[in-house]
Antibody
Framework: QVQLVQSGGEVKKPGASVKVSCRAS????????IGWVRQAPGQGLEWMAWFSGYNGNINYAQKFQGRLTMTTDTSTNTAYMDLRSLRADDTAVYFC??????????????WGRGTLVTVSS | QSALTQEASVSGTVGQKVTLSCSGNNNNIGSYAVGWYQQISHGPPKAVMF??SLPSGIPDRFSGSKSGTTASLTITGLQPEDEADYYCSTWDYSLRAQVFGGGTKLTVL
């Protein structure tokens, strides 16, 4: 079945970087996009970036421009999210999700279980 | 502040029909279809509606619609397992961002 398996939780100090992985299985990786969405404690969902399987473009939320890099490795069917210059308010659960098209519109149809990133001195 | 506005909370009894709304503008809901995502106890979100299409495995008591700049998710015949947070989401071409609503907490009484 289609699965997205994320790497384990991380604890980082302010100013450090974190790299979270998302390994896909059960489908042809290059035929779909991958997105990253985070959720701070007690808060709602916040989109960060997505990679288009259609044309290879990567789109970042303006809030994270310059601090976030999303990459993919098609040899291992894995997507990565690299967030730099971490602050306390980056403490959140980070989800990856498969991006698919339904009747011409794009949605996240399968989600990973999430990776808790804690930023604390 | 979210680009999409949802009710903070909605409640209903088992078997009842409830409708959750998601309000935006012409830059987002007025131009694109809306996805709905269910999140139970802060676990991973689960897609329950793609526009007005049901994802595979989602019961047909869920339905989606849109009128102008407001989208709705209707649950007909509410079940205890439907208790969750629900988020709407779509693309906003002015913000050049995938936007989410603030979420609605659905309580089944």
């Amino acid at each position: 079945q289609v699965q997205l398996v994320q790497s384990g939780g991380e604890v980082k100090k302010p100013g450090a970087s974190v790299k979270v992985s998302c390994r896909a299985s059960g489908y042809i990786f290059k035929d779909y996009g991958i997105g990253w969405v985070r959720q701070a404690p007690g808060q709602g969902l916040e989109w960060m970036a997505w990679f288009s399987g259609y044309n290879g473009n990567i789109n970042y939320a303006q809030k994270f421009q310059g601090r976030l890099t999303m990459t993919t490795d098609t040899s291992t069917n894995t997507a990565y999210m690299d967030l730099r210059s971490l602050r306390a308010d980056d403490t959140a659960v980070y989800f990856c999700a498969r991006r698919t098209v339904v009747e011409g519109d794009w949605y996240f149809d399968v989600w990973g279980r999430g990776t808790l990133v804690t930023v604390s001195s | 502040q979210s680009a999409l506005t949802q009710e903070a909370s909605v409640s209903g009894t088992v078997g009842q029909k409830v409708t959750l709304s998601c309000s935006g503008n012409n830059n987002n809901i007025g131009s694109y279809a809306v996805g709905w995502y269910q999140q139970i106890s802060h676990g991973p979100p689960k897609a329950v509606m793609f526009g007005n299409s049901l994802p595979s495995g989602i019961p047909d008591r869920f339905s989606g619609s849109k009128s102008g700049t407001t989208a709705s998710l209707t649950i007909t015949g509410l079940q205890p397992e439907d208790e969750a947070d629900y988020y709407c989401s779509t693309w906003d071409y002015s913000l050049r961002a995938q936007v989410f609503g603030g979420g609605t907490k659905l309580t089944v009484l």
